[in-house]
Each structure stands twice: as structure tokens, then as C-alpha cells.
């Protein structure tokens, strides 16, 4: 099997990738997203490039979508569409451009969450100032500000105080960017992550923060091997399945009375501390699953 594995470099999880398809005597090769191109019409080209000069995409028998490089919302729109064309062709693509499409959006996947019947925390998204200062105050003036478009944690403030949100709500409205609040939620320090791939819990970890309000393992927290209950087993493909995901990391933070919040599904999942934690080959999980889907 010819897998592309579509990133913005080679880090850790794209090497990860490449060792598992090689010991599964598949042959897989880096793809930058930012060099593809597609052709329409009358052209003397493939219709969907790697580059210059490169081999069409839709000659590989699956992709695998590692990361989403940053970039205009031309760019990003643009690189979406070619997943969608690719899919059109056949090619098997994990996740499936609409899941991509829909997990990248916070608001999105949340309101996808939230039909599903899964318990999110509340939230109010909007595009002036003076609305996020009336959502502030309905919140509890304790809330966590995030970008619509983010990950690891990254861009994320906790704000409680007044002033504080005035000139932050300000200062992102100056960037046209969408204000999305969210109540705090009161937890223990620590938080669950279950890796779902093709409708199974694969591994499950508990991420305890390193002193801090986030349990990202970007942001210092580690991961440390969790079974999951059923009822949080069921809650991860639940959530999985709202947003469409073949692979997701599916993050459960519980409640101060006992509850359990979906906060996010992330549809290009990490494992670079899941893997260790839980003994579970994750990057040759993926390469199989694709091996099963052609």
C-alpha cells in the first residue's frame, strides 16, 4: 500500500508514521500541504499535485492528515477542497475531509456535540466586544477565552477579572477574530484522553496538570495510563461518532458534582505521550486502519 502522510514538516508523529508503515511493508512518503496544487479543465497535468513536477495525489491508496498548516482562510478552505476531491476519486482519507472540516471549528464540533445529547460546557460565541462583555457577566465572570481555531491548548486565558476582559474582548475584536467564551469549569487538576479509532477505544490516559487550570500535555501536564469506564467508553465514541472522526482524541473533564464534559474532539490526535503511557502502538494502529479501509 502507498500511503501520503499530508503534514506542514516532519516532526515526531510523522516519523512515528513512517516507522510503522515501514515495518508493515507499506511504502509512505512526507507530503507538505502547502505545496499542493490542483489543475481544472483542459491542462496537461494531473489534477491534483504534490508540487512541481511530483506524482499525482490520488495515485496513493490512502492519505493521512497530520496536521492542518497555518494559513489564510483561502489557503486552509483551498486545502480542504482537495481532501474533498481526493475523497470524490476514492482515495480512503483519515479523517474524512468533512470530520476535519467540522473538529477544526470549535463552535462547530461543539453544536455537533451538543445535538448528539452530550453534556458541553456552556458557551457563548460572538463578533463584538460588547456582546462578549454581556457573556462574560451571564458566565459568571469566569470564563475561558479560546481561539475558534486551536490547538494544545495554545491561545487559551482564563479571565475573571472586568478590566481585564474589556481590553482583551477589545483587542480580538480589533482582529476580526470570533470571540468564543466558555464558563469555567471547576475540575480536579486533571482530565481524560481517549484515543478512538474505527469505533473502539484504542487507549485511554488521565492528564494531570503541572499547576495548571489546562490539562494539555502541551502545556506540562502528563499522561498517565487510565481505564476508562464503560459509560466514559460510551461518551468517547459518542462523541467520535457526532463529528464523523474514524481517528480522534476525544477529551472527557469532569464536573465539580460527578458529571462529565465533552470539552473537544480533536481530529488530528496526538500520541507522543499516549503511546508510553498505555504500551499501545498508535501510529501502527493508523497505518492498519488505512491498510483496512482500501
Known amino acids: ?86 475523497a470524490n476519486r476514492g482515495v480512503k482519507i483519515l479523517n474524512p475531509p468533512r470530520a476535519l472540516e467540522v473538529c477544526v471549528d470549535k463552535y462547530l464540533a461543539l453544536e455537533r456535540l451538543q445535538q448528539a445529547g452530550l453534556l458541553v460546557p456552556e458557551t457563548i460565541v460572538c463578533q463584538r466586544a460588547d456582546a462578549a462583555l454581556d457573556a462574560f457577566e451571564q458566565l459568571g465572570r469566569d470564563v475561558v477565552v479560546k481561539p475558534i481555531f486551536g490547538s494544545e491548548g495554545r491561545g487559551m486565558m482564563r479571565i475573571t477579572d472586568p478590566e481585564l476582559a474589556w481590553r482583551t474582548f477589545r483587542a480580538i475584536e480589533r482582529t476580526q477574530a470570533v470571540l468564543y467564551l466558555q464558563r469555567f469549569i471547576r475540575h480536579p487538576g486533571w482530565d481524560l484522553r481517549a484515543f478512538v479509532l474505527n469505533g473502539k477505544v484504542i487507549a485511554s490516559v488521565r492528564r494531570v496538570s503541572a ?84
Open 211 to 294: 499547576g495548571d487550570w489546562r490539562t494539555n500535555v502541551a502545556q506540562g501536564a502528563r499522561a498517565e495510563l487510565f481505564k476508562l469506564t464503560s459509560s466514559q467508553e460510551e461518551l468517547a465514541l459518542l462523541a467520535s461518532a457526532a463529528v464523523g472522526t474514524i481517528a480522534a482524541g476525544v477529551d472527557l473533564l469532569p464536573g465539580p458534582n460527578g458529571e462529565i464534559y465533552l470539552i473537544e474532539v480533536n481530529a488530528v490526535p496526538g500520541w507522543r505521550a499516549l503511546s508510553p503511557a498505555t504500551g499501545v502502538d498508535v501510529a501502527r494502529a493508523i497505518v492498519n486502519a488505512c491498510e483496512a479501509a482500501t
Open 1 to 86: 500500500m502507498r500511503i501520503a502522510i499530508l503534514s506542514g514538516g516532519d516532526g515526531w508523529h510523522v516519523r512515528d508514521l513512517l516507522r510503522a508503515a515501514l515495518e508493515l511493508g507499506h511504502v509512505a512518503e512526507v507530503v507538505d500541504f502547502r505545496k499542493v496544487q490542483a489543475c481544472v479543465g483542459r491542462v496537461s497535468l494531473p489534477p491534483l499535485l504534490i508540487g512541481a513536477g511530483k506524482p499525482d495525489l490520488a495515485d496513493f491508496d490512502a492519505i493521512i492528515v497530520r496536521t492542518m498548516p497555518p494559513g489564510s482562510l483561502e489557503q486552509v478552505v483551498f486545502r480542504m477542497d482537495v481532501l474533498q476531491a481526493l
